[in-house]
């Protein structure tokens, strides 16, 4: 199997190695190599994040390191679109702060977190090597989540679930630098924001829900993912893609998206007892939605 090119001179693996070995020694790299025990906030059972999109300028690699720095957990699970290999065919573009980010999710497999990596549609390349391990990071086709309260999750990217992709891949990459723009542009707005005192706000976020075919595109996502977790015979799912966080039932069935870390700063998390909740990382809202306990419709 030939690897895939990214750029004139990259090549996954290589590219990717390059991303894991540089800046190994933390005092260069700039990267924090503390305890993830040391953080004041309770210890949780598992964190779930995706649509990092490390490789392009709107991954928030800076809020991503401070939140996971204040948030040691047993278990990481990365749900896909963490690497974008589409914006990276185009432009190489790796600063040290990705590779810090990098470093950090490798140092928690080191200490002892079990990390496991679910592949997306921006990162699909990475399907080639499911079922091998990388710096202790477990690459897997899809997984499967049990809470302490004994509910199955269903861990999956979701872009199998999107017609878009699965129809017309070519409307995709169109989309794809569609939103690249929308988000440059959200990044000088909320410059002139943080000069301005007010707080971090999305653009594209924004944008999304305010149009209507956005919005049902949504609805008809999530309620095709809850149907198949049920057809499978899961209590619920797990997944990213459409950058949207949320937790909800749908006809019986726990439907969570863990959100994304280019717009909204959002992740999944499960505290020990087994309650989830989606924590939206940033200056105006540290809050979540708490999932009541197992039996009560939410």
């Given at each position: 199997?030939?690897?895939?090119?990214?750029?004139?001179?990259?090549?996954?693996?290589?590219?990717?190695?390059?991303?894991?070995?540089?800046?190994?020694?933390?005092?260069?790299?700039?990267?924090?190599?503390?305890?993830?025990?040391?953080?004041?906030?309770?210890?949780?059972?598992?964190?779930?994040?995706?649509?990092?999109?490390?490789?392009?300028?709107?991954?928030?690699?800076?809020?991503?390191?401070?939140?996971?720095?204040?948030?040691?957990?047993?278990?990481?699970?990365?749900?896909?679109?963490?690497?974008?290999?589409?914006?990276?065919?185009?432009?190489?573009?790796?600063?040290?702060?990705?590779?810090?980010?990098?470093?950090?999710?490798?140092?928690?497999?080191?200490?002892?977190?079990?990390?496991?990596?679910?592949?997306?549609?921006?990162?699909?390349?990475?399907?080639?090597?499911?079922?091998h391990a990388f710096g202790g990071v477990d690459v897997l086709f899809e997984a499967t989540h049990v809470t302490a309260n004994g509910q199955r999750l269903w861990v999956i990217h979701g872009d199998h679930f999107d017609g878009v992709i699965q129809v017309a891949k070519w409307l995709?990459?169109?989309?794809?630098?569609?939103?690249?723009?929308?988000?440059?542009?959200?990044?000088?707005?909320?410059?002139?924001?943080?000069?301005?005192?007010?707080?971090?706000?999305?653009?594209?976020?924004?944008?999304?829900?305010?149009?209507?075919?956005?919005?049902?595109?949504?609805?008809?996502?999530?309620?095709?993912?809850?149907?198949?977790?049920?057809?499978?015979?899961?209590?619920?799912?797990?997944?990213?893609?459409?950058?949207?966080?949320?937790?909800?039932?749908?006809?019986?069935?726990?439907?969570?998206?863990?959100?994304?870390?280019?717009?909204?700063?959002?992740?999944?998390?499960?505290?020990?007892?087994?309650?989830?909740?989606?924590?939206?990382?940033?200056?105006?809202?540290?809050?979540?939605?708490?999932?009541?306990?197992?039996?009560?419709?939410?």
């Amino acid at each position: 199997m030939a690897p895939m090119t990214l750029g004139a001179s990259k090549t996954w693996p290589a590219a990717w190695a390059e991303g894991l070995t540089a800046g190994l020694n933390p005092a260069e790299s700039g990267a924090d190599d503390g305890d993830d025990s040391a953080s004041s906030r309770p210890r949780l059972r598992a964190i779930f994040i995706s649509d990092l999109h490390i490789g392009t300028p709107g991954f928030q690699a800076d809020a991503l390191m401070d939140f996971l720095k204040s948030h040691p957990s047993d278990m990481l699970y990365l749900v896909g679109d963490i690497v974008d290999g589409w914006q990276l065919r185009r432009r190489w573009f790796w600063p040290q702060s990705h590779n810090d980010v990098v470093q950090k999710l490798l140092r928690r497999a080191r200490k002892g977190c079990r990390v496991m990596y679910v592949p997306g549609n921006h990162d699909e390349f990475a399907r080639h090597f499911v079922g091998h391990a990388f710096g202790g990071v477990d690459v897997l086709f899809e997984a499967t989540h049990v809470t302490a309260n004994g509910q199955r999750l269903w861990v999956i990217h979701g872009d199998h679930f999107d017609g878009v992709i699965q129809v017309a891949k070519w409307l995709a990459y169109l989309g794809d630098w569609l939103y690249e723009l929308s988000l440059k542009i959200n990044r000088h707005l909320n410059s002139l924001r943080g000069r301005m005192g007010l707080g971090y706000w999305s653009l594209s976020a924004y944008l999304k829900l305010k149009v209507k075919k956005a919005v049902n595109f949504i609805s008809d996502f999530e309620v095709a993912v809850a149907h198949e977790a049920r057809k499978r015979g899961y209590d619920g799912v797990v997944c990213g893609h459409i950058h949207h966080a949320e937790i909800r039932n749908i006809d019986g069935v726990l439907y969570c998206n863990d959100g994304d870390w280019v717009e909204s700063r959002t992740a999944l998390v499960e505290h020990m007892d087994g309650r989830l909740e989606i924590i939206r990382w940033g200056e105006d809202s540290t809050a979540g939605v708490l999932l009541p306990p197992k039996g009560i419709t939410a």
